[in-house]
């Protein structure tokens, strides 16, 4: 099981960027996948969520502004993040639970910098 996040960069507040989730090694359709952040100095977070129907939720700092979403034709995960805060900087990880081998598995995390 591999997952590859991308899409991270420095951003101005108030703006937008996009995060990628490449999965490989599972049936991608299959699985409720999840955004996690860690800020520095912060224990990690989950942002948001999308089942495998496509049922999404957000932790509530980022209801309004983040959009989860999944392409299971190219086996990728999405957040859409708007309206971007300062404190929204933190690295970004897309993780999966696979119950087969009993764990999560995690991206390799990707930096979002929020700052004017």
């Known amino acids: 099981v591999q997952l590859q996040a991308s899409g991270g960069g420095s951003v101005q507040p108030g703006g937008s960027l996009r995060l990628s989730c490449a999965a490989s090694?599972?049936?991608?359709?299959?699985?409720?996948m999840r955004w996690y952040r860690q800020a520095p100095g912060k224990e990690r977070e989950l942002v948001a969520v999308?089942?495998?129907?496509?049922?999404?939720n957000y932790t509530d700092s980022v209801k309004g502004r983040f959009t989860i979403s999944r392409d299971n034709a190219r086996r990728r995960l999405y957040l859409q993040m708007d309206s971007l805060k300062s404190e929204d900087t933190a690295v970004y990880f897309c993780?999966?639970?696979?119950?087969?081998?009993?764990?999560?598995?995690w991206g390799q995390g990707t930096l979002v910098t929020v700052s004017s």
């Open positions: 999308i089942t495998s129907e496509g049922a999404a």
């Open positions: 993780s999966t639970y696979v119950t087969r081998y009993g764990r999560d598995y």
């Open positions: 090694g599972i049936v991608f359709k299959l699985f409720t």
